[in-house]
Every structure is written in structure tokens, then in C-alpha cells.
Nanobody, 123 residues
Framework: QVLLVESGGGSVQAGGSLRLSCAAS????????MGWFRQAPGKEREGVAV???????RYADSVKGRFTIAQDNNRNTLYLQMNSLKPEDTAMYYC?????????????????WGQGTQVTVAS
């Protein structure tokens, strides 16, 4: 059973930083693809950043240059470093993983999800 547990959310002022963590257990896919998604009230869930098994990454245009996705050496923890936060970054942030068949920015391609962690950025 795959279990993803996020932590690190909170409330910050615009321009501040937060680092989200996602601890993964039971994840044994041959192609380890994990990503961060977010969903604001009244909006659809959107892809923020993805980390592929070959170390490649991709980002939503709205966060490029501000957010960095990374994985620890044992590949059991996924991080999202968020700098220069803006009020429009306010959302519930989710960690997700696939069974290896897909590795992109669309939420429907992901098989496993964490419970989410709230990020609130005040202006």
C-alpha cells in the first residue's frame, strides 16, 4: 500500500518562503514519478511541479524560477521549496505519485495522493 504524507504548509507573508515535504512509503513503481499539485477554493486541481525517475523536472509556468522540486537520495521524500510566495499561491498542496505509466502535469494521470497541506500567503 502506497502512503504519501505531506507536511510543511502554513501561513506566510507575500515574498516569504516555505518548504513542503512528502514522505512516501510502500512506493515500489519501476518508474518513480512524483509531483506536487495544488487546488484553490473554486478552482480545479493543477500541476505545480513533477520529478521523474531520471531526475528530470518540470514546472508550471506560474511557479518557474520561484519553486524547486527535489527528492532525497533514498527517493523516499519529495520536497517543494517555495520562494517569493504570492497570494495567488494560496491553495491546498498535494503530493502524488504514479504507477509509472505517466509522468506529467495532469492530475488524472496520478494513482496515489496524500491528504494535502494548506499554504496561505497573505498580501
Amino acid at each position: 500500500q502506497v502512503l504519501l504524507v505531506e507536511s510543511g504548509g502554513g501561513s506566510v507573508q507575500a515574498g516569504g518562503s516555505l518548504r513542503l515535504s512528502c514522505a512516501a512509503s510502500g512506493y515500489t513503481s519501476s518508474r518513480r514519478c512524483m509531483g506536487w499539485f495544488r487546488q484553490a477554493p473554486g478552482k480545479e486541481r493543477e500541476g505545480v511541479a513533477v520529478f521523474d525517475s531520471d531526475g528530470s523536472t518540470r514546472y508550471a509556468d506560474s511557479v518557474k524560477g520561484r519553486f524547486t522540486i527535489a527528492q532525497d537520495n533514498n527517493r523516499n521524500t519529495l520536497y517543494l521549496q517555495m520562494n517569493s510566495l504570492k497570494p495567488e499561491d494560496t491553495a491546498m498542496y498535494y503530493c502524488a505519485a504514479t504507477d509509472g505509466h505517466y509522468c506529467g502535469m495532469l492530475s488524472y494521470g496520478y494513482d496515489y495522493w496524500g491528504q494535502g497541506t494548506q499554504v496561505t500567503v497573505a498580501s
